[in-house]
Each structure stands twice: as C-alpha cells, then as structure tokens.
C-alpha cells in the first residue's frame, strides 16, 4: 500500500478557491469590484504577497479583470475563456500524444451517439463528404489527415452542443499535427489505410441511421485500435 503525504494547500490557494466559490454561489457576480487589497488582508488576514499571488492566479484563470487605477472586477466568464489555456497547454506540451487518445475518447464516443441522434440532413452530407475526400487520398497513397480531422470535426458539429464543438475545435491544431505524425506510422502497415478508412464508414453508416448505440461503439472501437497500435509504435521508437 502506497500512502503520499497529506500536502496543505498554499494560503494563496485558498484564497483563490473561496472567491472562485463566491462566484459559482452567485454571491460574486460578472461586474463586481473586488474589495480593495488592504481590505482583503483583512478579512483574509493574511499577508498583502498572499493576496497578491491569489489576485495573480484568479487573472490568469480568467475569472477577473485587474483595471489599473479602477480596482479588480469579476469578468463575465465564457467558454473562451476556459478554453484558451487548454489550447495554450496544447501547444506548449511535448509527448502527450497517447493522453489525446484517452481524452478523444472520453469526448468523441459521446458526441458520436449524440451525433446519430442530433444529425440533419447537411451535417450527414459533409460527413459524407469528407469521406469522399479521404477515399480520394486513399487511392493517391496520401496520408489524408485533413480529411480524417474534417470528418471527426463533423461529427462534433452534428451534437449541436456548443461547448463540445468549442473543444474539439481548441484540439483540433493538435489533433492535425498527431494524425499527420501518428498516420505516417499507422500507414507502415499497408492494410492499415483501407481498414481505417472502412472503419470510418462504418461509423457514417450508424450516424446516418441514427443508430445511437452503434455510433458509439464503432467509435470507441476505432479510438482504442488507433491507440494500441500508436502505443506499440511509440514504445518501438523507445527502445
């Protein structure tokens, strides 16, 4: 049994986790100034550097506005907002390729059956479409992972749920330079390009039936062959 020490959390943490309460309470609300920073110390009673580093941590969330000569002010906080970091980490961060897989598949299985549920007519034709395309590669010997991410963007597009689309479209910068680099690999194999392209198929197929269940199988199916097989190229590359 492996027991980690209990870690206390910085004073500034704390101070950041009981204004971010105050906001999701509804006691703070988009527009209100902040008592100033004396005023916080006191009721805090803490030091003026912990009030500082927590007014720091809160502007770099998003979740307030410094204005200078005017006072700290709660900002309206939008999917924007919560996004923009995840795009940042996307961008800075190395190695993360297998973690994308693992939370593809936490957002794309889910999206796949409320795509066959939620699917019109035009959304099911671009989904189409950029099968066509992906053929059309195929035949060519090209990688085609524009299509591969227009097709999966589609299907984020077809939930009619503006944050998931909102998030998929933070990753997709990401998603397109993986599926250039992880197909690359995939494609060593020469019956990989066919077996992916049917399996996306197959997936069209369920959501154009709106075969709810069927899409999302098919997609977890699709994720998890694609993972294992980038995992066993990734462990290759290490030895």
Same mark, same amino acid.
């Given at each position: 049994? @492996?027991i980690?020490?209990?870690?206390? +959390?910085? %004073?500034?943490?704390? %101070? ?10 509804? #006691?703070?609300?988009?527009?209100? /100034?902040l008592p100033?920073?004396r ?15 927590? @007014?720091?941590?809160? !502007?770099m969330?998003?979740? =307030?506005?410094?204005? *200078?000569g005017?006072?700290t002010?709660?900002r309206?906080v939008?999917?924007d ?7 940042? &980490?996307?961008? =800075?961060?190395k ?6 897989y693992?939370?593809? +598949?936490?957002? !794309? ?15 099911? /034709?671009?989904?189409?479409e950029a099968l !066509?395309? $992906?053929? &059309?590669d195929l035949?060519?010997d ?11 963007? *589609? @299907?984020? $597009? ?6 998931? &689309? /909102?998030? &998929?479209n933070? =990753?997709?910068d990401?998603?397109r ?17 066919? /077996? ?11 959501? +154009?039936?709106?075969?709810?269940l +069927?899409?999302? #199988?098919? $997609? ?5 062959g694609? !993972? ?8 290759l590359?290490?030895?």
């Amino acid at each position: 049994m @492996i027991i980690k020490p209990i870690k206390t +959390k910085k %004073i500034y943490e704390q %101070i950041v986790d009981q204004i971010g309460l105050l906001v999701a309470e509804g #006691q703070l609300k988009p527009g209100d /100034r902040l008592p100033s920073e004396r005023e916080l110390v006191e009721q805090f009673q803490v030091c003026r550097a912990a009030i500082r580093e927590a @007014i720091s941590a809160l !502007e770099m969330m998003g979740l =307030i506005e410094v204005r *200078a000569g005017e006072g700290t002010y709660i900002r309206q906080v939008n999917i924007d907002s919560v996004v923009a970091p995840l795009a940042w &980490m996307l961008f =800075i961060e190395k190695d993360t390729d297998l973690e994308l897989y693992e939370v593809r +598949k936490i957002l !794309e299985v889910q999206a796949a059956g409320l795509a066959a549920e939620r699917a019109q007519a035009d959304e099911i /034709r671009e989904m189409y479409e950029a099968l !066509e395309v $992906m053929r &059309m590669d195929l035949k060519a010997d090209c990688i085609g992972e524009e299509a591969d991410q227009r097709f999966h963007f *589609a @299907i984020a $597009m077809a939930t009619h749920n503006k944050i998931l &689309m /909102r998030l &998929m479209n933070t =990753i997709s910068d990401t998603m397109r330079k993986t599926l250039k680099a992880n197909r690359s690999k995939l494609y060593g194999d020469r019956n990989t390009p066919e /077996r992916l392209y049917q399996e996306h198929f197959s997936l069209y197929e369920a959501i +154009k039936n709106h075969d709810v269940l +069927k899409a999302q #199988q098919l $997609m977890l199916e699709h994720l998890v062959g694609v !993972e294992t097989l980038l995992a066993k190229y990734l462990l290759l590359d290490d030895k």
